[in-house]
Structures are given as structure tokens and as C-alpha cells.
């Protein structure tokens, strides 16, 4: 199960933190996650995952006909994602993602 502070369950929704505390961890995971995060290990995983992943992505761009710029904010480099019509009263609302990639998978 995930360990979490009381701090940590302060920001979370209810069902956030049951989903959260009913996940199982693999047995060995202390054991086994360094052998496949080491080092030597990133790059074929990173490479992995944009290969599966890509196909889809793609589809979805196409199908959504979302518009993707790079750019950068405060010197911070930004991908920003929009869809070809927003809706007058969505215009000055925003959705700000954080990618989390664990420092394993790379940038999105």
C-alpha cells in the first residue's frame, strides 16, 4: 500500500486517498527498482515508451485536431496543448499539468 502523511491526505480528495492507500506493491519492489532504474537501464525504457506510445498520441492529435506549441515561460521550456475552439466562457481558464515522469521517463 502507498504510505501517506497526513499532510499528503490533506491535499487529496477522499477518493484520492482510498485509491491511493489500496494499492499493492510487487514484492522484491525495494529490491528489484534499482536493477531496472538503474543507469545503463533509462535509456532503452525512455526509448520504449515513446514507442508505444507515440502510435497513440498521434491519433489522438489528429482526432482532436489539437493545436501543440513549445515554448518557453520564465526560462522554463513549456509544451502548450490547445484544442481548435475554446469556448467563450473557458477562455481565461487554464489547466496547468505537472508531468511526472520519476525522473525515469524523460520530458513529455
Known amino acids: 500500500m502507498v504510505y501517506l502523511t497526513e499532510g499528503q491526505k490533506a491535499t487529496l480528495s477522499p477518493e484520492a486517498v482510498e485509491f491511493l ?6 514484492p522484491l519492489a525495494n529490491t528489484i527498482s534499482s536493477f531496472i532504474t538503474s543507469p545503463c537501464r533509462v535509456p532503452g525504457l525512455r526509448q520504449g515508451f515513446i514507442e508505444k506510445t507515440a502510435p497513440g498520441e498521434a491519433l489522438l492529435i489528429e482526432k482532436h485536431k489539437i493545436k501543440i506549441a513549445e515554448t518557453l515561460i520564465a526560462g522554463v521550456s513549456v509544451i502548450v496543448i490547445e484544442p481548435p475552439v475554446i469556448e467563450p466562457e473557458k477562455q481565461k481558464k487554464i489547466l496547468f499539468n505537472v508531468f511526472g515522469g ?7
Open 21 to 26: 492507500t489500496k494499492i499493492r506493491h510487487p
Open 102 to 108: 520519476a525522473f525515469i521517463m524523460g520530458s513529455p
